[in-house]
C-alpha cells in the first residue's frame, strides 16, 4: 500500500466518523425536541390539573362556616330586632342557601365543594362582601312556613315585610 492510498484511507475513516457524529448530532437534535415536546405537554396536563382541581377538605370547610357566618350576619341584618329562635333559625338556612346558590352561580361550580382551589380566595372574598342586596328577590321574603312561624310566636311579620335593613329599590331585578 502506497502512502496515498494510506492517506485516502485515512480520509475515509474521518469522513465516516463525520458522517457518524452528523448523524449522532441529529438524533440527539431530534431527541431533544421530542424531550421538550414531552416537557411541554407533561406541563399542560400538570395545569390543566391545576386549573381544575377542586377545594381540598380544609379549604372547602373554613369556606362553609364562612357562609354561615356570613348567613347569621346577614340574617341579623334582615329582621333588624329580636325574633323568635325558630324564625331566625328558619331564615337563616334560607338565606344560607341562597348565599350558597349564589356563589356556585359566580364561581360555575355544582356545589361549593366543587368550586376549583384557584379559586379559593376569591371565594372567600365573595362571601365576605356578600350583602342581602345580591340576593334574588325570593330570597327576601318571607316564606309560607317562616310566616306560619312568625305568627305562631307573635313576631309580627305579615307578607310584606321584606327585610329591615333592605333598600326597597335594590329589590327590582
Do not use: C, W
Not at 399542560?44 to 362556616?65: C, F, H, M, Q, V
Not at 356570613?70 to 341562597?98: D, P, Q, W
Amino acid at each position: 500500500m502506497n502512502e496515498l492510498q494510506l492517506i485516502k484511507q485515512q480520509a475515509n475513516l474521518v469522513i465516516q466518523s463525520v458522517n457518524e457524529i452528523e448523524k449522532l448530532k441529529n438524533e440527539v437534535i431530534q431527541n431533544k425536541n421530542e424531550v421538550m415536546q414531552i416537557k411541554t405537554d407533561f406541563q399542560k396536563d400538570i395545569d390543566e390539573i391545576r386549573s381544575t382541581y377542586p377545594l381540598n377538605r380544609g379549604e372547602a370547610l373554613l369556606l362553609k362556616n364562612s357562609i354561615q357566618n356570613k348567613a347569621n350576619e346577614l340574617t341579623s341584618l334582615y329582621f333588624g330586632n329580636y325574633v323568635s329562635k325558630e324564625l331566625y333559625g328558619m331564615k337563616r338556612v334560607h338565606l344560607s342557601i341562597g348565599l350558597g346558590h349564589q356563589l356556585k352561580k359566580a364561581f360555575n361550580a355544582v356545589t361549593y365543594n366543587t368550586i376549583r382551589h384557584l379559586d379559593y380566595e376569591d371565594a372567600m372574598k365573595f362571601v365576605s362582601n356578600f350583602s342581602l342586596e345580591h340576593l334574588p328577590a325570593h330570597y327576601l321574603r318571607l316564606t309560607e312556613k317562616q310566616l306560619e312561624v312568625s305568627e305562631r310566636n307573635g313576631d309580627g311579620f305579615d307578607e310584606t315585610f321584606r327585610g329591615a335593613n333592605i333598600p326597597t329599590l335594590k329589590l327590582v331585578r
